[in-house]
C-alpha cells in the first residue's frame, strides 16, 4: 500500500509543479526572475513550490492573498 500513496502523492505534487510554473509564466515578474523561480520549482519539488505559493509572483489579474 505504501507504493500507491507514494505515487499519488507524487502525482500531486507534480500536478500543483505544473500549475506553479504556468502561473510563474503568466506573472508580471522580470525574464530573469521568472527563470530563477521555475528553476527553483524545477529542482527542488516540494519546497520551491511551498516557497513559491508563500512569496512567488502572482499572476496577472490575481488578487494577493
Known amino acids: 500500500m505504501g507504493i500507491e500513496v507514494a505515487g499519488i502523492g ?4 507534480l500536478i500543483l509543479n505544473i ?5 510563474i509564466v503568466g506573472s508580471g515578474a522580470s525574464t ?3 527563470v530563477l523561480w521555475v ?3 524545477l529542482l527542488l519539488p516540494l519546497i520551491g513550490f511551498i516557497v513559491w505559493l508563500i512569496a512567488g509572483p502572482r499572476g ?3 488578487a494577493a492573498i
Open 10 to 13: 507524487g502525482f500531486i505534487l
Open 19 to 23: 500549475w506553479a510554473i504556468i502561473s
Open 32 to 34: 530573469g526572475g521568472k
Open 39 to 41: 528553476l527553483l520549482v
Open 60 to 62: 496577472r489579474g490575481r
